[in-house]
């Protein structure tokens, strides 16, 4: 059986999360909703939590966001990074106003001055600090150095930021590479796995709109799961960010990483199905969405694989002519008419998902 052998890291902390060592990779997400706007931006932060999202970033992009922020963290359950861009100001004003953690861009944040004083303030009170480098606002001369907004261009970023806020005796500190491409995005991790402990916040920028976006980021993050790296992740999907927090949990569970509610498993249906098998798979995956029982739920549409899949299953049903069994940990509970299957299957899901969370 393979095994993922997780890179070796310091553990730091985003508020109460921890990030690195043995740790579970924290599942991160990102706010929409004008962050001025404190209401929807808190609302958004709930329905995030509650979808499993363990920390949330806000953009700050000016004084009232970062004055919202007060507001914010005060009634967000999870913690709250602040993302900065070209003004320092506003990371200090963040670290003011409750932000657990600071994004900062090595690329546009400015002087080292300017860099020492948001790690003064992080410092004062606790805050966890990524720096978060992007290939497409790399510092100028270091493009020109590489020829380009390389690999190693990146890498030599975060370095030259990592080692001198590490002058500054702040060790609180995550590191991120964003390319869009996936190869030079595993390239660069590669490259400052060797010369960093610091954990990895992952993630492919611009992944893209919902379906290529959680392609592009299973290939991407599977890869740098696989290889041991990354210590929290963010997927990238254009829109609502909820699905953005699922496609993260259904990367980390297709590896075995981590697992939180239900793993639907549904057969693609063919010229043998007699029952809406996709209908009824894609309904259980619309109830189940926000469970944390980590069950596995099969949806068979025939009898060919369909009793084998949903015996070794939590819960299974293999269909028939406008019928379907349903079976529980290995045994026939009933054979059910089609109409009767969602109401049987879903009370049987809801009864494990209680006693899961009685149990744990
Ligand atoms: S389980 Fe049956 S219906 Fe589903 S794809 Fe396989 S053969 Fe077809």
Known sequence: ????????????????????????????????????????????????????????????PDEAAAAALAEICAGSPVPIIADIHFDHRLAIM????????????????????????????????GLCIRVGVNAGSLEKGLVEKFGGPTAGAMVESALGHIDFIRSLDFHNMKVSLKASGVLKTIEAHRLLAQRTDLPFHVGLTEAGTPVTGAVKSAVGLGILFFEGMGD?????????????????????????????????????TCGRTEMDAAGLALKVEEAVRNMTAP??????????????????????????????????????????????????????????????????
Request: charge should be positive; proline fraction near 4%.
């Open 1 to 60: 059986m393979l095994e993922i052998k997780r890179r070796k890291t310091s553990v730091v902390f985003v508020g109460k999360v921890p990030v690195g060592g043995e740790h579970p990779v924290a599942v991160q997400s990102m706010t929409n909703t004008d962050t001025r706007d404190a209401a929807a931006t808190l609302a958004q932060v709930k329905a995030l939590a509650a979808a499993g999202c363990e920390i949330v970033r806000v953009a700050v």
């Open 94 to 125: 963040a670290a003011e106003n409750g932000a657990a953690g600071l994004r900062i861009n090595p690329g546009n944040i400015g002087s080292r001055a300017k860099v020492r004083e948001v790690v003064a303030a992080a410092k004062d009170r």
């Open 232 to 268: 929290t992740v963010r997927v990238s999907l254009s829109g609502d960010p909820i699905p953005e927090v699922r496609t993260a949990y259904t990367i980390l569970r297709a590896l075995g990483i981590r697992r939180r509610g239900p793993d639907i498993i549904a057969c693609p």
């Open 295 to 360: 069950l596995t739920i099969a949806v068979m549409g025939c009898v060919v694989n369909g009793p084998g899949e949903a015996r070794e299953a939590d819960l299974g049903v293999a269909g028939g002519r406008g019928t379907g069994i349903l079976f529980k940990r290995g045994n026939v509970v009933a054979k059910f008419a089609e109409s009767e299957l969602y109401d049987r299957l879903m009370a049987e899901i809801e009864a494990l998902e209680r006693e899961y969370i009685r149990t744990s």
